[in-house]
């Protein structure tokens, strides 16, 4: 039986990373909970069954010696709090994004491998069914020079938590949004090489409103853009194009997908089908129906099933978290300074 902590005491805690552990009772010890609110801490482990609050890792790490960490603090505290699990000897599920910069997650990635432990991060759009056929089924797209990542909202600035705050998050709808589809449109590209990105972004509208379809905030404190766009070139040719938003005057409330062009064949992840043209028409090569899925469960239970040995475990490690650190780190550099930023 594996012992778990959690750092962090939030509503993602609760809502995915203990309920997970919390369905396999046989297999996962719900060991303790840390947060700066030691109240808060405390009524955490009554309403999920952990069994001890602390308001320190470190005395954490040294009572209990949890095999698993999972990390739920703002993003800014992801760092030191991974790190500290990572020199413990504990393997760790940590939230996105891996950190606040590339290098932060370069040190992760790398300590976890010293370690001999097992790192990775809930990046959990990659885990869904239609990701999953998409890429068992790539190859029918032949040459993929296009694709394009969207992850836009038309009104959903998050009334809740520290997303508008820069300095705690290190940015808006691209680094707690924009990733997701980021990551899976790498993954189903298969994390090819990176030339160069360029981006540009906007704040024309959080710090003019104060009320969304995700609730209100202070605009006085609103310190992310609330768009940015971008592009990534890779070495071997093809592009991706990069769409983010918290809030966006389109006509949808959400757009959330990966669209991928390829000599052969086209694809969408959401919904997924995969297509082609025969003589001007629209011809479906494959699809997949929508169905309910619990993706974090799915993210939670491969990284679980890699420290069992499981070979065929898929995880976003540390390495393709620090590739995509990297790349949210240079579009974000290359919309300072208004500039191609090579990488």
């Known amino acids: 039986m594996k012992k778990v902590a ?22 996962f010890h719900l060991a303790a909970v840390v947060d700066p609110d030691l109240a808060r801490g405390e009524l955490f482990c009554q309403k999920n069954q952990f069994q001890k609050a602390y308001t320190a890792i470190e005395k954490m790490l040294i009572e209990v010696q949890p095999d698993i960490v999972s990390i739920c ?6 760092y030191e709090n991974v790190m500290r699990a990572l020199e413990a000897g504990c393997s760790v599920f940590c ?23 097992v790192l990775a991060y809930d990046l959990q759009h990659r885990y869904s069914p239609e990701a999953q056929m998409l890429k068992e089924n790539i190859y029918l797209l032949g040459d993929i020079y ?18 508008i705050d820069k300095a705690l998050q290190g940015g808006g709808p691209l680094i707690d949004y924009g990733i997701h589809m980021l990551d ?3 993954y189903l590209l298969d994390f090819p090489t990176i030339k160069a990105v360029s981006a540009y972004q906007y704040q024309k509208i959080g710090p003019k409103k104060n009320l969304g379809t995700l609730g209100s905030w202070d ?6 853009e609330d768009s940015l766009f971008g592009t990534v070139e890779f070495e ?26 390829g000599d052969q064949a ?22 997949i129906a929508s169905t309910e899925s619990n993706n974090h469960f799915t993210s939670i239970d491969h990284f679980c099933r890699k420290l069992a040995g499981d070979p065929h475990a898929m995880i976003a490690d540390g390495r393709q978290g620090f590739i995509i650190q990297r790349v949210i780190e240079a579009l974000y550099q290359s919309a300072e300074i208004g500039g191609k930023v090579e990488l």
């Not at 296009?146 to 997303?163: I, Q």
């Open 184 to 186: 899976t449109a790498l």
């Open 95 to 117: 939230e996105k994004p891996p950190a606040m910069t590339s290098g932060e997650a370069q040190a992760m990635w790398k300590r976890a491998e010293e370690k001999g432990v």
């Open 146 to 163: 296009y694709s394009e990542a969207n992850a836009l909202r038309r009104s959903g600035v998050p009334g809740w938590g520290n997303f």
């Open 219 to 224: 605009p006085k404190k609103y310190t992310v």
């Open 236 to 261: 071997a040719g093809g592009i991706l194009r990069l769409n983010t938003s918290f809030a966006l005057n389109i006509q949808s409330d959400r757009v959330l997908d990966v669209q991928l062009c």
């Open 6 to 27: 959690i750092v962090g005491a939030g509503q993602v805690a609760e809502k995915v990373h203990a309920a997970y552990y919390q369905t396999k009772p046989e297999a």
């Open 73 to 78: 603090t703002p993003n800014r505290f992801h």
């Open 266 to 287: 086209g694809a969408n992840l959401y919904p997924g089908k995969i297509y082609t043209d025969q003589a001007g028409e629209l011809e479906v090569i494959k699809e």
